[in-house]
């Protein structure tokens, strides 16, 4: 008797026990610009992940080389850090967080709080692939699925969505950062 009543008690605190949760609120194109830092069209250089300090997770160092900057500047070579990576041969998924290689095009709308490294706005919600045109080799980025219309009403899938040279992406920051 004296076992189950301290196994119901166990699973009584763990049933109660306080659970820690990440929500994201969904972003407009428009919030992303006005809520960032910078935005920049970048290169992965290199991903490092470590221990964070309290060596309870796992996070991934980032290093850009900014090849173009749409809004800010913080520099020829960006760090920034992600929640998740991979060290001392353990890997650590954390929902939500985008995954960067090293060789890779992105444009990245990052928040910066100095003397902290920056982070990218919104978790994936602020990173967008820039990927090659397979006929014209013209690099292309999908603008993102939400828009904010003249109501104030957030438009998922826009009909007129499709993808924009980086040229054609950075004027569309541009345009939406215009209203700041």
Do not use: N
């Amino acid at each position: 008797m004296k076992h189950c009543v301290a196994a119901t008690s166990v699973v009584m605190l763990l049933t109660f026990a306080p659970l820690a949760a990440i929500t994201v609120q969904p972003m407009t194109f428009e919030q992303l610009v006005h809520e960032s830092d910078a935005v920049i069209y970048a290169r992965v250089d290199h991903v490092r992940g470590q221990w964070t300090p309290d060596r309870r997770s796992i996070e991934s160092v980032v290093a850009l080389d900014a090849l173009r900057y749409f809004k800010g500047d913080l520099g020829e070579s960006v760090l920034l850090r992600l929640p998740g990576g991979e060290a001392g041969g353990r890997v650590s998924v954390f929902p939500g967080a985008p995954v960067l290689r090293e060789g890779e095009l992105v444009v990245v709308f990052l928040r910066s709080h100095a003397p902290a490294i920056p982070t990218i706005l919104g978790f994936t919600q602020g990173l967008f692939r820039v990927f090659a045109d397979a006929r014209t080799g013209v690099p292309l980025v999908t603008p993102p699925p939400l828009k904010s219309s003249a109501a104030g009403r957030v438009i998922r899938g826009a009909a007129e969505r499709r993808t924009l040279t980086v040229d054609a992406f950075a004027a569309a920051v541009r345009e939406a950062g215009s209203g700041q």
